[in-house]
């Protein structure tokens, strides 16, 4: 008897510790997607405190030294904030992260690749733009839209080539543009679907929801189609030659 109350014990105590351990889980899901709003936050706050210098440069005498400052027209403890109507060109830091949810716009720099880069059976979640060698180069990021979450990225392509970019191999690239140890960071990343991304350990139940935005937005694109890599390789082979056809010299 005593040994079968030991027994209990344990169980009822092994099943209090795996409840903690997904409260844990939630907790950390929760408090990263905090820190991530308070980085897009700040962000933003940089942007307009960068349209604010350009719009409102500090007053320069160059015929005066060593003058007291003069009083500011704004009262104190109020920071000044550029007016809606004030419209500047934000300039794009190197390895500068960009949101671009649903329905969000982007910087007129950057030109909008989120409806050509959708694919059925995928879900865009980021691209991002480098330069190299041979010049500027861009990558599109997806993760699948139906099944096992799987992700992949296109190979490197350049600008007039970008609109038709397929998956290539498999990457997790799709939060930072780095797949490997040493590699720069991209000059900057699109992040279409940040939510979605491999360190949320609820990606795939966010999935619906922002696959319901894009509907909405009048996607045609087919989620239910499970893509899988290898088999739309494999579709895209050439038929092999049957055995025993020779292979015969033109004119021949």
Not at 61 to 72: D, H, R
Not at 137 to 143: F, P
Not at 160 to 179: C, T, V
Not at 222 to 242: A, G, S, V
Request: positive net charge.
């Amino acid at each position: 008897m005593k040994k079968m109350l030991n027994t209990a014990g344990i169980t009822l105590e092994s099943e209090d510790q795996n409840q903690n351990l997904a409260n844990f889980a939630d907790q950390i899901s929760e408090l990263a997607k905090r820190i991530f709003r308070i980085s897009c936050t700040l962000d933003k706050f940089e942007q307009d405190l960068e349209i604010l210098e350009n719009h409102f440069p500090a007053p320069v005498n160059k015929n005066l030294k060593n003058c007291t400052p003069a009083v500011s027209q704004f009262p104190h403890n109020i920071i000044p904030f550029p007016k809606p109507n004030i419209s500047a060109p934000v300039q794009i830091r190197h390895s500068m992260p960009i949101i671009a949810a649903p329905g969000k716009p982007l910087p007129s720099e950057i030109y909008d690749y989120r409806p050509a880069l959708q694919r059925n059976g995928l879900i865009l979640l980021a691209w991002d733009k480098r330069e190299t060698e041979a010049g500027e180069r861009y990558t599109a990021y997806w993760v699948t839209s139906a099944g096992t979450a799987r992700f992949y990225a296109s190979r490197p392509l350049p600008l007039n080539k970008f609109y038709s970019a397929q998956p290539h191999h498999k990457s997790y690239a799709a939060e930072d543009g780095i797949e490997f140890y040493g590699q720069n960071a991209p000059s900057y990343i699109v992040h279409v679907a940040p939510e979605l991304m491999m360190s949320n350990p609820r990606h795939a139940e966010l999935r619906l929801s922002h696959i319901q935005a894009l509907k909405d937005m009048g996607s045609t694109v087919d989620f239910d189609y499970k893509y899988l890599l290898t088999t739309e390789k494999n579709r895209n082979q050439p038929p092999k030659k049957p055995d025993g056809v020779k292979h015969q010299r033109a004119g021949a």
